[in-house]
């Protein structure tokens, strides 16, 4: 089973990377970018065989580790193993 | 009086700690292993600054994790003194021992000079013999120290009197331009609560002989040693 797993910044919290990103962007000529927030990407590869399993165990992770509820959001996706 | 200095791998200021704890103070001081349960007979815990753990994932996130953090954290919650400088500082947010987050530096750039502190409250042991108002001078050197809390929590931290330090300048003025790295309100130190443990981005380990620059970082160890002696009444 493959959890991808999405780590971002709350909301009203200050990127500074965000900002330094899209000013590069801005000067390599891409002006439409009106914002960018950076954030992180884990891929989970687990070993069980319960997509529900797979996600209570990916949720309890998120919270105790993988994110800061003080300054991050996080969303998963799980993904089954073909057949 | 017995202190503690934990050790993870990656620290790098414990032996700061440690000389001036052992040869300036004359304190008993043993180092705290992270992989060691946490010892008993501890009257002061200090987390040193560095990079535990390689600051992986975020600083401070999976130090506390470690054996010796767990016994930190019911020794804090008995009412044990505990000084996180820096990384430690990052740590005690992560473990919930201290509201709020460390996050980059607005300047995205790692940060290394002196500053001035002014003391915003000296009802607390680890600043118990400094005025309010008074400047400290000492170091700071990070790249993730911008204090960031919710304006709730922001609120809550100064109606209770848990901001003890904020970055000044030379005349005691809090302003943009003496913040080093973008924190909320100027915070560069708080305490929880119940004022036994306490957390600064700058560091007074670096600030206590006056062959490194200047001797105000003892005004917070000599506060917890003269806290830690009023308490076991020696």
Redesign the interface.
Known sequence: MLVKVFVTLKE???D??GK?VQNSLHSLGFGAVQDVRVGKYLELHMDVSAAEDAEQQARRMCDK??A?P??EDYRFEILEPAE | MRWGVAVFPGSCDDDDVLHCLRNVLGQDVRTLWHKDPFPGGCDGVVLPGGFSYGDY??AG??AR?SPVMQGIVDFAGSGGLVLGICNGFQIL??SGLL???L??????RFVCRRVYLRVEDNRSPFTRLAEPGELLEMPVKHGEG?Y???PATLKQLDDNGQVLLRYADAAGEVSEEANPN?SADGIAGICNRARNVFGLMPHPEDATEAVLGGESGLKIFSSMVDEIRRGSGS
Not at chain 2, 103 to 108: F, G
């Open positions: 009203g919290v200050l500074p990377q330094a580790l993988l800061n003080v300054i | 994932l975020r996130a999976m994790f947010c992560e509201p709020g987050a996050t980059r530096n607005a300047s995205l911008r960031y809390a919710n973008g």
